[in-house]
Structure formats: C-alpha cells, structure tokens
C-alpha cells in the first residue's frame, strides 16, 4: 500500500483557518485521497476525498498537488468541535481496504 | 443518516471466554468490515465481507473469526479471548460502487479481557 506522512500534531486557534499537511510521494494513478478524522470516543467519519481535482464540501476543502505528491485538508473556520485525529489515506480504485496511519492530533484553543 | 451500531461501547471478559462483538447497518450496504485500534498502532484490519456469507482476512485475521448470515450484520467472534485481545473494536459499513465511497464507522467497542 502507498504511504502517507503527517505531522504528530498541529495546533490552532478557534475561528482561524487550518492546514493539515499530507505527502503521498508513491502515490500511483488510481489512488484516490481520503480524508477521515476521529473525534475524541468516536469511531473515524469521512471527511473528503479527491483524485486530482481540488474538492470542496460543506465540512472541508481538499488541495492537491498537480503532482498529486502531496494534498492539504483545509478547516476554513475551526472550531473547538473540530478538536480530532485527521487520517490521510490512499484508496486504490478498485479496493475496499483503508489503511490508516497514526495521523495528525489536531488542537483547538480559544 | 446511515446508521452503524455496535452491540456495546465496553465489554469486559475473562481470559478463554468466547466472545461476540456485533455490528449492525441500516443502509443495505453490501461490504462491513472489522478493525481494531491501538495506540500507537492506528487502525488495523481484521477481516471483511463483501456479500453475505462471503468474508475476507485483513492485515491481523489471527485470533478472530467474522459470520454474516444477514447483509446488515456482521459479527466478530473471539473464539479463547486472551489479553492482548484487550482494544478498541470498530465495525465499518461502505456501499459498493466507483469511486470508492465512503466508510461509515460504528462507535466502537472498548473489550478489557482480564
């Protein structure tokens, strides 16, 4: 399976936008990019997922590299509530399988 | 909504019992799968199924068998629970289809096998 890197933690201040960094650089053609997060005692929900093309909807953006080496998941106001684990992963076409790293504590404060 | 739900949040049994976690979902999806979750470790996939009756082994299949006899439930059985069993169980749900959509997860259930 193609890996995916994040950083451990990243922090941020409540009503200010949030960029959550994530490199593929294996990343192979049919591999789409899935953002999941975890809130604290919950089970991982989807976020926002992209093949090539920058992706928005009503929770988050995604941007992806032209290479597609690298994509960032954008909180455009975060919020206390968005306090999780943010996993990136890459899903080949074709497979049901998720493999999720540790991915990136995000903190939110006031 | 789509609806995943697990049959308990924590679960405490003894070394050797048998143990059943079960996972239902209400949106006729045709593959559920069963994860654990350990610090440090992320999620990791135990087994899956695509159909009824039909099941495939994940990443850590040892120790644990799966049953689904319906299309909305899947089960997770511990045949001789043991200790480093003790984690966190996560039953997910996704429709087929191109792309890949997306998984929806259950609340998960904390197991402590003592």
């Known amino acids: 399976d193609a890996k995916t890197t994040q950083p451990n933690s990243m922090e941020s201040n409540e009503e200010e936008p949030v960029h959550l960094p994530c490199n593929h650089s294996?990343?192979?053609?049919?591999?789409?990019i899935h953002w999941y997060r975890q809130l604290p005692s919950q089970g991982p929900e989807y976020v926002i997922h992209?093949?090539?093309s920058n992706v928005n909807n009503r929770m988050a953006s995604l941007a992806i590299a032209e290479d597609r080496k690298s994509s960032t998941l954008i909180l455009h106001r975060a919020t206390l509530r968005d306090a999780a684990v943010y996993y990136c992963i890459l899903v080949t076409g074709t497979a049901s399988k998720l493999t999720f790293g540790t991915g990136t504590r995000l903190q939110v404060t006031l | 909504d789509v609806k995943v739900t697990q049959s308990s949040r924590y679960l405490v049994k003894r070394t050797g019992e048998k143990v059943f976690l079960e996972c239902v979902q209400d949106?006729?999806?045709?593959?559920m799968f069963w994860y654990r979750q350990d610090p440090g470790l992320g999620l990791r996939l135990i087994y899956f199924?695509?159909?009824?009756?039909?099941?495939e082994k994940g990443d850590i299949p040892e120790g644990y068998s799966v049953s689904r006899e319906k299309k909305e439930r899947f089960s997770l059985i511990l045949e001789s629970a043991s200790t480093n069993q003790t984690s966190m169980y996560l039953c997910?749900?996704?429709?087929?289809?191109?792309?890949?959509?997306?998984?929806?997860f259950g609340p998960g259930t904390r197991l402590t096998v003592t």
């Open positions: 199924s695509y159909d009824v009756k039909m099941k």
């Open positions: 992209g093949l090539t």
């Open positions: 294996t990343i192979s053609g049919t591999d789409y």
């Open positions: 949106m006729d999806h045709e593959n």
């Open positions: 997910a749900s996704r429709p087929n289809g191109i792309p890949p959509y997306e998984q929806y």
